[in-house]
């Protein structure tokens, strides 16, 4: 776990120190491309990854965390609303979750340890309804006096947390005297690989993003997710400019071939594969998130689509969580 900056320094409500990158030559061997590991599973002990860098941004920039509450969706099993519950509670932010579908009648996993948290978790049987519901909930605290802030499903709003990781990879790049040709991340609602595009604004380094997906979202919610988020910032990108254009397509590709049968959909074998690698490699790639990740590069590499010549960089985004919540699942 990474500890908080030096005495006498500011202290945020979270600190957020750099990752290891680290060379894996049991990972290159299974891709069959030299291929280092960007450690965000290193974050936290609770698992939230790569989503601490965009929570610590939201909490960070919240005016009055200890009395306005933050209001965010998600599905049952998501790893950032675990994150969210979790760093809310150690900094006394109310916290509003509305589930869109419920969880399981038993509740395991993220689902169970979110219950725990002591949020206001609203389960909606029907997603269709979901605004409707969250405009009125978001009313009411308004009326209340409450000043709530809104967060989009996996945090995909606070891009500042993914845009510093992206000037933290050029910097080890720097360091390292090497050059990553490919970064590899898995992609659910494209909050992180946004913001290592959007990164490009502060460094020089230009490396092709592909984001594996592990989630069934849209093509156009990542379009307008990634114009939205431009825009917000003053980038205003335009077609002719580049990677910055208006089409995500050219900002970074999306590689569907891993989704098997959508988000948090595994099974006892994926599981049982993440423990064989885990003993090779010395890493723990979750069904959920790193798995299909590792799946959908090695398919990318044997296909010609990355070239087997290419450094790859993959970013590990967590989920390390998931073996200790499996193993006390099946006691």
Request: with cysteine; charged share 20%; glycine share 10%.
């Amino acid at each position: 776990m990474m500890q908080s900056s030096a005495a006498g320094a500011a202290v945020r409500p979270l600190p957020v120190e750099r990752s290891p990158l680290e060379y894996n030559a049991a990972v290159s061997r299974i891709v069959g491309a030299e291929v280092w590991v960007k450690r965000e599973d290193l974050q936290d002990g609770v698992g939230s990854g790569v989503k601490r860098r965009a929570i610590a941004a939201i909490l960070d920039g919240h005016a009055a965390p200890d009395r306005d509450p933050i209001v965010i969706d998600g599905v049952p099993q998501s790893n950032c609303l675990m994150s969210m519950a979790h760093y809310c509670r150690i900094a006394g932010a109310p916290l509003y979750v509305i589930l869109r579908g419920r969880g399981p009648r038993q509740p395991v996993g993220n689902y169970a340890r979110l219950l725990a948290s002591g949020a206001h978790v609203i389960e909606l049987p029907d997603a269709r309804h979901f605004e409707a519901i969250r405009d009125a909930l978001v009313a009411d605290l308004i009326r209340s006096g409450r000043r709530p802030l809104v967060v989009p499903a996996g945090a995909v709003s606070a891009t500042a947390g993914p845009m510093g990781l992206g000037v933290e990879l050029a910097a080890q790049e720097a360091e390292l005297a090497t050059r990553f040709d490919v970064v590899v991340l898995p992609v659910g609602t494209g909050g992180t690989i946004i913001g290592l595009a959007l990164s490009r604004r502060f460094h020089r380094s230009r490396w092709r993003l592909v984001g594996i997906r592990i989630d069934d979202y849209s093509a156009d919610t990542y379009r307008d997710n990634f114009r939205r988020a431009a825009t917000s910032l003053g980038f205003a990108p335009s077609k002719a400019e580049t990677p910055l254009s208006g089409d995500p397509d050219e900002a970074f590709a999306l590689y569907d071939g891993a989704l098997g049968g959508g988000y948090g959909v595994t099974i006892a074998a994926d599981f049982e594969h993440s423990e064989r690698l885990f003993g090779t490699t010395g890493l723990y790639f979750g069904p959920t998130y790193m798995l299909k990740a590792l799946r959908g590069l090695t398919d990318m590499v044997a296909a010609g689509r990355i070239a087997s010549s290419s450094r790859v960089l993959l970013v590990h985004t967590g989920g390390a969580n998931e073996r200790s919540l499996h193993r006390r699942s099946i006691r």
